[in-house]
């Protein structure tokens, strides 16, 4: 499938955040993007860089993807950087994280945004299907959180952005344990804003609706065509719309905005 930061050269998408958000309004920022090598995060990593934040683009595996990000922050006069991680490895991302954090000072914003779905009826869902979901979705949003929030105390300010899904407060059909795993990023998302508030520690969610990604193509046309009967817009989501959430959170725009879950859906779910 192809997604509109595929298709848009790097600057057309700055300029496409430009037209919202000014290009210093993250000057001086340190900020830290799980999976950004591809679909969601790439996008928030390029809104975050286009406002003038230095961005850590994170992945898992794909470093040549990374590299792109990468080039494309740097291509609009931003700064980045790619590292590797697994955010479920504990060990692996604490060390990671601390080492960067020397490096750069602390992190001022973290998006956790690194996600898979491994999907699966109920009735055939093997422990190492449950395990993928939980450990990469919700472990890796507590690990990088843990790992990022002595130094934003230090700091006493910090904007932490957990993306989790639609799916999270909805579930779904044969996503029993990505809907548990996202689902369990808003119960971390509401303690954390209540524990870390005082000291100026701010916690969100973001709820995306049904993005063009890699992981949507997955789904093939006829869920798809499915999925659409559902959206009030009539239409999937691109990237960038989730972006420019990511950036009103990480930005002193959403300065009295803390706990709270938003779903950038089309209007597929209103409570
Ligand atoms: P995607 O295109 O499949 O990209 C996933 C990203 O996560 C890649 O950058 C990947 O890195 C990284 N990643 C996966 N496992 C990781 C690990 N263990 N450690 C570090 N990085 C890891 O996914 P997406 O559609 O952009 O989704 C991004 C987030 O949005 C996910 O949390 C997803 O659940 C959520 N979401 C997506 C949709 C949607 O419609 N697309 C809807 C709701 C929520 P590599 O490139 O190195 O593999």
Same mark, same amino acid.
């Given at each position: 499938?192809?997604?509109?930061?595929?298709?848009?050269?790097?600057?057309?998408?700055?300029?496409?955040?430009?037209?919202?958000?000014?290009?210093?309004?993250?000057?001086?920022?340190?900020?830290?993007?799980?999976?950004?090598?591809?679909?969601?995060?790439?996008?928030?990593?390029?809104?975050?860089?286009?406002?003038?934040?230095?961005?850590?683009?994170?992945?898992?595996?794909?470093?040549?993807?990374?590299?792109?990000?990468?080039?494309?922050?740097?291509?609009?006069?931003?700064?980045?950087?790619?590292?590797?991680?697994?955010?479920?490895?504990? #060990?692996?991302?604490?060390?990671?994280? @601390?080492? &960067?954090? *020397? +490096?750069?000072?602390?992190?001022? $914003?973290? !998006? %956790?945004?690194?996600?898979?779905?491994?999907?699966?009826?109920?009735?055939?869902?093997?422990?190492?299907?449950?395990?993928?979901?939980?450990?990469?979705?919700?472990?890796?949003?507590?690990?990088?959180?843990?790992?990022?929030?002595?130094?934003?105390?230090?700091?006493?300010?910090?904007?932490?952005?957990?993306?989790?899904?639609?799916?999270?407060?909805?579930?779904?059909?044969?996503?029993?344990?990505?809907?548990?795993?996202? #689902?369990?990023?808003?119960?971390?998302? @509401?303690? &954390?804003? *209540? +524990?870390?508030?005082?000291?100026? $520690?701010? !916690? %969100?969610?973001?709820?995306?609706?049904?993005?063009?990604?890699?992981?949507?193509?997955?789904?093939?046309?006829?869920?798809?065509?499915?999925?659409?009967?559902?959206?009030?817009?009539?239409?999937?989501?691109?990237?960038?719309?989730?972006?420019?959430?990511?950036?009103?959170?990480?930005?002193?725009?959403?300065?009295?905005?803390?706990?709270?879950?938003?779903?950038?859906?089309?209007?597929?779910?209103?409570?």
């Amino acid at each position: 499938m192809t997604t509109p930061q595929d298709v848009l050269t790097p600057a057309q998408v700055a300029e496409q955040i430009r037209k919202t958000y000014n290009s210093s309004l993250l000057a001086g920022k340190v900020a830290l993007v799980t999976g950004g090598s591809r679909g969601i995060g790439r996008s928030i990593a390029m809104a975050l860089g286009a406002c003038g934040a230095r961005v850590i683009v994170n992945y898992a595996g794909n470093a040549a993807a990374a590299q792109e990000t990468v080039a494309a922050i740097e291509s609009v006069g931003g700064q980045a950087r790619a590292v590797q991680f697994d955010v479920s490895n504990s #060990a692996q991302t604490s060390e990671a994280i @601390k080492t &960067l954090e *020397k +490096e750069f000072g602390g992190f001022d $914003i973290l !998006v %956790n945004n690194a996600g898979v779905s491994r999907d699966n009826l109920f009735i055939k869902m093997k422990d190492e299907e449950w395990d993928a979901n939980i450990n990469t979705n919700l472990k890796g949003t507590f690990v990088c959180a843990r790992a990022v929030t002595m130094g934003m105390m230090r700091k006493r300010a910090g904007k932490i952005i957990n993306i989790s899904s639609v799916i999270g407060l909805t579930g779904n059909m044969g996503q029993a344990a990505y809907a548990a795993s996202k #689902a369990g990023i808003l119960g971390l998302t @509401k303690s &954390l804003a *209540k +524990e870390l508030a005082s000291r100026n $520690i701010q !916690v %969100n969610a973001i709820c995306p609706g049904y993005i063009t990604t890699d992981m949507t193509s997955a789904h093939g046309d006829k869920l798809i065509e499915n999925v659409l009967k559902q959206i009030p817009m009539e239409r999937l989501g691109d990237p960038l719309e989730i972006a420019r959430m990511a950036v009103f959170l990480a930005s002193d725009a959403s300065s009295y905005v803390t706990g709270q879950t938003l779903a950038v859906d089309g209007g597929m779910t209103m409570v």
